[in-house]
């Protein structure tokens, strides 16, 4: 199972642009389906996006689509999350997650997160 790690979150203004990356440790990440979850305070986390393992489909949570962008380079065993205008509404936490098994938002391997705030 590898190990991932988010980088990339900060402090931007409502319509700017952030690149999220999930950096994994270990063998045949191209094998894994990844994900990006966040988490707003007092909220349940949430499926944004996600990407299939070995070149697969990508998907998208509705309120996100046509704004952010998911892909992924295996040779650097990273997924990015390009997030273009920006609302607060994408305030959070959030999250990589990482299976060989189809995405469930609990099983896999999960990141400590990194926080993403917009302001309006």
């Known amino acids: 199972q590898v190990q991932v790690a988010e980088s990339g979150g900060g402090l931007v203004q409502t319509g700017g642009s952030l690149r999220l990356s999930c950096v994994a440790s270990g063998r045949s990440f191209n094998m894994y389906h990844v994900g990006w979850f966040r988490q707003a305070p007092g909220k349940a986390r949430e499926f944004v996006a996600a990407?299939?393992?070995?070149?697969?489909?990508?998907y998208y949570w509705d309120s996100v689509k046509g704004r952010f962008t998911v892909s992924r380079d295996d040779a650097k065993n990273t997924v990015y999350l390009q997030m273009n205008g920006l609302k607060p509404e994408d305030t959070g936490v959030y999250y990589c997650?990482?299976?060989?098994?189809?995405?469930?938002?609990?099983?896999?391997?999960w990141g400590r997160g990194t926080q993403v705030t917009v302001s309006s």
């Open positions: 997650n990482a299976d060989q098994r189809p995405l469930t938002g609990s099983a896999g391997s």
């Open positions: 990407i299939g393992a070995n070149g697969g489909s990508a």
